[in-house]
């Protein structure tokens, strides 16, 4: 969507697939990172970083503990906390607030927006090329949300 400065829209937004960090290219790269920082490889990271690089859903701390529990070495709950805030510190993913005191996760670190689906809750990405604000200055870095209906919702009843 394109913003005038005095606030007409001048087109619509489209929707594509923002690219995501992907297997194996995206683990290794955080791996890679974690490593140099001092820090230590370990099942659990591994496990939860895989499962991060492999989803668009953006999901919360207690979906990352679901989805890692079982698999390889277990994690705790504050080995998936600890984890996950080593890995946003390390600029290796971004938490994106969607409500007050939800925090969701995302491996996709290129600038891009959210759309939240009014229906079914879903997070799509919105990369930010689609997306520009015309004003006076210069923008350093924005991020927006919208909310909607998703592409999978559009077409339903």
Known sequence: ???????TTLSTV???????AELPEG??????????????????????????????????AHDVLVAVSGVGPASSRATVYNTLTLLEQL???????????????????????????????????????DVQVLRHGQVACAEVRFE???RGCVGSP
């Open 14 to 20: 489209t929707y594509a697939e923002a690219p995501v």
């Open 91 to 129: 600029e290796l993913i971004r938490v994106v607030r969607m409500t007050p005191g939800e925090a969701r996760y995302d491996a996709n670190i290129l600038p891009h927006h959210h759309l939240v689906c009014q229906r079914c809750g879903a997070v799509e990405d919105i990369p930010a090329l």
């Open 27 to 60: 683990e290794a790269r955080m791996e890679a990172r974690v490593r140099e920082a001092g820090h230590s490889w370990t099942g659990p990271r591994r496990a939860i970083a895989r499962f991060l690089c492999s989803t668009v859903a953006h999901p919360t």
């Open 1 to 7: 969507m394109t913003i005038d400065p005095d606030g």
């Open 148 to 150: 909607g209906l998703c």
